[in-house]
């Protein structure tokens, strides 16, 4: 089974406009955390925002938030007022806790957003 | 803000050559990794390195594939005879703790576009 499931190949938006980017995962780990990177066409991997599985409160970021529903297993990327330069391939990741010291990012497909003028 | 840093951004291989992909991690950090990303497809886990050991690697990582840290400053990854399927971006992570406290971001250097002709 896929660890992350990004089910939006692609999501267009006008520029002002909020926009949600969807995200489920599974893990059987009860400490985990959820990464969201942002990929302009320059292929750069920028850091935006992360969850932690005990956080109690929705994270935020400037412009983006992360809408945490651990019982649905869904972390889903809010970006609000949308810029020109939000568009770019979105890829929400997740990193468990246990098991090896070291264990790694698994990555989703990633969403391609595309913003409008 | 410190980065990690990776050269060259591109290179050009032929089938069986090897190569060397370079990296410098943020310096306070202490976990180090490989990911690569084939051109349309997801970002895949190769190998962390941490106290100058491999502590994890995925099932791409085979003979052909080696990490070093040669000094305080450097982390490469060399691919000993390189194919035509390896050709992708490879991006080069580092964190500053380990996943025993998962809220640790990777934070990612701006890749190397590996073309194997």
């Known amino acids: 089974a896929q660890k992350i499931t990004q089910t939006q190949p692609g999501m267009f938006v006008q520029e002002k406009e909020a926009v949600t980017l969807d995200c489920t995962y599974d893990?059987?780990?009860?400490?985990?955390?959820l990464f969201w990177y942002k990929q302009p066409s320059s292929g750069e991997m920028i850091f935006l925002i992360y969850?932690?599985?005990?956080?109690?409160q929705n994270a935020t970021e400037g412009r983006y938030s992360l809408n945490f529903q651990k019982a649905r297993k869904s972390a889903n990327l809010v970006i609000s007022a949308s810029q020109l330069g939000d568009s770019a391939m979105y890829f929400c990741?997740?990193?468990?806790?246990?098991?090896?010291?070291?264990?790694?990012?698994?990555f989703g497909k990633g969403t391609m957003l595309l913003v409008s003028p | 803000e410190p980065e990690v840093t990776q050269t060259p951004s591109h290179q050009v291989t032929q089938m069986g050559q090897e190569v060397i992909l370079r990296c410098v991690p943020i310096?306070?950090?202490?976990?180090f990794y490989w990911y690569r990303q084939i051109l349309g497809q997801k970002v895949e886990f190769l190998v962390s390195?941490?106290?100058?050991?491999?502590?994890?690697k995925s099932e791409i990582f085979d003979d052909q594939f080696s990490v070093e840290r040669p000094d305080g400053s450097n982390f490469t990854l060399k691919i000993r005879s390189t194919k035509l399927e390896d050709s992708a971006m490879y991006f080069c992570?580092?964190?500053?703790?380990?996943?025993?406290?998962?809220?640790?971001?990777?934070?990612f250097g701006n890749g190397t576009r590996l073309t194997v002709t």
């Open positions: 969850q932690g599985s005990y956080d109690e």
């Open positions: 893990t059987s780990d009860q400490s985990y955390g």
């Open positions: 990741a997740m990193r468990e806790g246990q098991g090896s010291g070291y264990s790694t990012l698994t």
């Open positions: 310096s306070n950090h202490l976990y």
């Open positions: 390195f941490y106290n100058n050991e491999i502590s994890e």
């Open positions: 992570a580092s964190s500053e703790r380990s996943a025993l406290t998962y809220n640790s971001p990777l934070h």
